[in-house]
């Protein structure tokens, strides 16, 4: 960062707090996250549940 | 990684600011889309936590299993830290600003500064295993241990270069992580391949791992803990890089992609250490391959070890800036750097590192189960303005900057992990839960629904914390 300051950081925080709601939001998480994210856990609960007894059962009956 | 505006502008000087500070980063400013953003938390995620948390799980566990529970143990671990980054991405700010609602204006402060401690021990642990894995190489080449091999002064070198970098700024951490990623995921695959075929397949599938417990399905949880535990650990760098996401997707997957699936893919060299070579410390383990591949793990651990450690101290610095906004970069990156120090000259953190990283989750574990209910209860909003006002009037005030029911709710979820279970020692005091949950889950769920029954008796009904959002004046055109 240079030495030599254009923006005053207090300033530049009140400015941007206050503006921030006039910017369009960012792309929010859709429909499609949603699904991912539920086949995720399942997979990964249903996945852990199988490691933790079936297959570590084939290893030490 | 675009640049939105010319080197030297205003502009990016305005970015640059934000992006070390509290002031939240607008939408137009942000840099990251999914590919940057899964390709620097890869780079974070191929450290010293990597091999050594592959090591621990390959010591109690069969290989196949470990990297089961490895990848999907840290993916689960890693939703609460998942949905911090699409806060985090929506609202472009950082923690002090982020958990406002939920802790106060000024209880947010006081989280940080109470977890900061636990950063400073992760940002120990890289220099670490890059001094003694340097040392250790040398040795293998015949060359006496003198004061300027000694692992302790190596670390403290990799740890000032890191700083540098991260004093350096965005740029500077964006073309390191360009070198080192591909860099480090070429090598990490070669050395897998060079381990597998070292031990023969076999012997990788059948092996039973040095610290199987008499009963093997005690050793699976204990493993699945410290994945959790691992996972969890992320709530501090959960702002560091989502907040530059252009959107709350590309915040989202990228968390749970490189710090969970990958996570447990390029962990095969630590899970083969820990569990064929039997050692807890990865050097000790990769230094058995010997040969030429010393010297490919050797630039694997300097380069992976680097991206570590400019990740740790740009996390504290960064925390330093939301607590104490009037400090200037350079002393918020020089204060991140003596308790490092401190515990690269008495590594507990990594020498202890199951421990460390479970005694860490109990508290890690509750933020981010408060974190997760006051979020859904708000739909995810904040009032930014009112984050930043710590007048007596504002919506975030609570008591005097306090919310005292996020508080409470955190003293009994790590009150419930510690009741299960003692990180310390590994003794499991109700194996009912602890068979079923392990300790981390329990905590989330304890301090969230907590959380959530104050809420709803003290909070909603005054709507105290939960102030209205303003809305954008359009849902088109990029800016003003």
Redesign the interface.
Known sequence: ??QE???D??A??KE???????????????KR?WV??GI??VV??G??VF??TV??GW??P | MDSVSNPGSIEEERRELAEKSKIPVLPTERTLGFWDHTGIATAGAIATWLFLTGAWIGMAVPVPIAIVVLALGCTIGLIPIAFMGRYFARWGGEHSTGFAPMFGTLGAKIILLAIIPIYWLWTSIPPVMFGRAVSTTIGLFGVQPTILTHPALLGIIILAIGWWITYRGRSAMVWLVRITLPVMLILIVLISVRMLTFYGWDTVVSNTPPGLAPEPFVSFMIAFEICIAGGISWVGNSAEYSRLAKSESTAFWPILIAWGLMFGALAIPGILVGNIAGVLDPVEGLALIGGDWTIAYLIMLAFANITSVVMEVYLVSLMLMGIFPKLRWIHATLISLPVPILFILTPWAYDSYGNFITVTASVLGPIAGVFLVHAFMARFNLNLKEAINSAKEGAYYFTKGINPWGFIAIVVGTTVALLIYNPLTAEIHIPFIFNKLGMTIPSILAGGLTYYILARIFLVPKKIGFPEIPRPRKATGAMQ
């Open positions: 960062m240079s300051r254009k923006v950081p207090a530049e925080l941007k707090v206050e503006d921030y709601y006039n910017y369009t939001p960012v792309k929010p998480m859709g996250d991912l994210l995720t856990l990964s609960i996945l852990l490691a933790g297959w570590l290893y030490y």
